[in-house]
C-alpha cells in the first residue's frame, strides 16, 4: 500500500462538481457594480452642490465667481459725508467777490454827478474835469468801512465842490454843490452831515457829541464891530450877504455862518443890534450854505424862526 497522496486530486475534488458558468454571467455583474458606483457618485455630487448653494446664501461661503460683482458696504464715518472746516467762508467770500466784479463791470451810474467812486478809486464822468483839488478819505473810513473823498472839479464848465463815498459792498453816494466859498470848509460841513448817516446806516459809530451846544460862545463880537470865531470854535464861513429876511430887520448887520465846534460843523444866523450880537443856531445841518440861507429865510417870513 502506498502512503504517498495526491494533493492536487484531494484539492480538486474538495469544490466538488458544479455547472460551467458562461462568461457573460460575469461580465453582467460588473456592469451592474459599474451602474452602481456612477449613481453613487451623481448623488453625492448633487448633494454638495446643494450645501455649497446654501451656504452662499447664508452668506458664510469664501468663493465668489472671478467675473461676479461684489457689493461691498462702507463704514458708517464713509457713508456720512460731512463738510470739510471753512468751505461755507470761503463760498461766501467768494460769491461777495464776483459780485463786486460784477459791479465794477457795469458803466458807472453818475446820477447827474461829476465823478463817482469803484473799487479802483475815482471815476470822473463826462464832460468832467480837471480836478482842482482832492482830498483822500475825509470821512476817516477804515478798509472795512469803505472808501471816501473829497473833490474841487469842473463839470460842464463850472466849479463844484463833491463828497464821494463807497462801501465795501459797492454802493456809493455822491453829494455835489456849486462851488461856494472855501472847499475845505464847504468839505468839512458835508463831512458832518454824512457821518450822521452813516451812524443810521450803522456804517460806523455815534460820532463825538458837541460839549458846547450855546452858541453865544461860537461868535464874539470884537470892540472894532468885527465878528469871529469865539474859543474853541472855527469860523469856515461867512455870509454877510444872505437875504435872511425878517431875520435882518432892525439889525445894525446879519450874516449867515458855518462853524466848526468841536469837530461838528454847524450852521447859524447872526445879527448885531445895538452893540449886542445875538447868535441863532439852525436846529440840522444842511448840504450847503445856500441851502440853509433859503431855509432860514423861510422860516422868518413864516414866522417860526429857526428856535
Known sequence: MSTDIDWQHELDSSFGTGNDVPPGHYVAAGRTAVRRRRATAAVLALALVICGGAAWASGQGSMVRGDAPVATQGSDSQQDVTEPDGVSERLDKRVKRLARMRQQA??????????????DGLVLAPGAGPVLE????????????????????????????????????????????????????????????????????????????TTDTDPARWLRLRPDGDVVAGEGAVLLEVRATADLGDFALGADRAAAVRVLVDEVARFAAYRVVDGSLEVVAAPGSFDSMSAFVDWARDQYSSGKGMR
Request: cysteine-free.
Open 134 to 209: 482832492r482830498v483822500e478819505n475825509p470821512m476817516g473810513y477804515t478798509a472795512a468801512q469803505g472808501q471816501s473823498l473829497g473833490i474841487r472839479v469842473m463839470f460842464e464848465g463850472r466849479e463844484k465842490y463833491s463828497l464821494l463815498t463807497r462801501n465795501p459792498d459797492g454802493d456809493t453816494s455822491m453829494g455835489t454843490n456849486d462851488a461856494t466859498g472855501d472847499f475845505a470848509g464847504w468839505l468839512d460841513g458835508r463831512v458832518a452831515s454824512q457821518r450822521y448817516l452813516d451812524v443810521a446806516n450803522g456804517v460806523t459809530g455815534a460820532p463825538p457829541t
Open 106 to 119: 457795469e458803466k458807472p451810474d453818475f446820477l447827474g454827478e461829476p465823478a463817482t467812486l469803484d473799487a
